[in-house]
């Protein structure tokens, strides 16, 4: 399961509608790919179409979708969004992670 925030859950609305996406019909994408300076890093982007081997969540009225290897990485992971003084965007609390970067952005296990 990914959860996702309420803030975390308005923002990905917002920014839905300024591309034309409908949160009702189009996905969230939460991914894994190797780099930063942790070794793995997250990506996060919209997503119109669901692979028939994606996982699919709905949490908080968002619908993420996450492909198999990923998922083993995030599993029971908080999508949450930050607009403090140490930068805006998305934070992934992520309870797998032994070790993360300074900025949040990448982690190990």
């Known amino acids: 399961m990914i959860n ?22 189009h996905f969230v994408r939460v991914g894994v790919k190797s780099g930063g300076c942790s070794g793995l890093s997250y990506e996060l982007k919209f997503d119109k179409e669901k692979q028939e081997s994606d996982k699919l969540f709905e949490s908080n009225g968002v ?6 290897k990923s998922f083993l990485y995030i599993a029971g992971t ?20 032994e070790r993360t970067c300074g900025c949040g952005e990448s982690f190990s296990l």
């Not at 996702?4 to 019909?25: Q, T, Y």
């Not at 619908?63 to 198999?68: G, L, R, Y």
């Not at 805006?88 to 309870?95: I, R, S």
């Open 4 to 25: 996702v925030s309420d803030i975390a859950k308005n923002k990905v609305v917002a920014l839905m509608k300024e591309e034309g996406l409908n949160p009702e019909n």
């Open 63 to 68: 619908k993420i979708i996450v492909e198999p």
């Open 78 to 97: 908080t999508l949450e969004y930050s607009g403090g003084l140490n930068g805006t965007g998305f934070v992934f609390n992520n309870p797998n992670a």
